[in-house]
Nanobody, 119 residues
Framework: QVQLVESGGGLVQPGGSLRLSCAASGSMFSIGNMGWYRQAPGKERELVATITWTGSTNYADSVKGRFTISRENAKNTMHLQMNSLKPEDTAVYYC?????????????WGQGTQVTVSS
């Protein structure tokens, strides 16, 4: 079973920056699309950004121009650089990867990391 481990969350003031990372570990697998999602208290989980194997990206309108998603295929790792953070960015952030292992394909999720934007 492939495991995803997230890191980089925390408390930051409005206007500040954070960088989230998500690393996949396991054996005999490859990764397709990757993405970051977030869930604020009392709200549904929403898409933040996605990136394909070839590096094509897609962003939610609310984060365009402030967040950048990237991936390091050789390290099975994905990052989310978050700049100009706003209080409304406060949420638990989850990474997601499409895992291919043998004949199986499935979506795998990280455990979530808390991002709090507050003065």
């Amino acid at each position: 079973q492939v495991q995803l481990v997230e890191s980089g969350g925390g408390l930051v003031q409005p206007g500040g920056s954070l960088r989230l990372s998500c690393a996949a570990s396991g054996s005999m697998f490859s990764i397709g699309n990757m993405g970051w999602y977030r869930q604020a208290p009392g709200k549904e989980r929403e898409l933040v950004a996605t990136i394909t194997w070839t590096g094509s990206t897609n962003y939610a309108d609310s984060v365009k121009g402030r967040f950048t998603i990237s991936r390091e295929n050789a390290k099975n790792t994905m990052h989310l650089q978050m700049n100009s953070l706003k209080p409304e960015d406060t949420a638990v952030y989850y990474c997601n990867m499409r895992i291919y292992s043998g004949l199986n394909a499935y979506d795998n999720w990280g455990q979530g990391t808390q991002v709090t934007v507050s003065s």
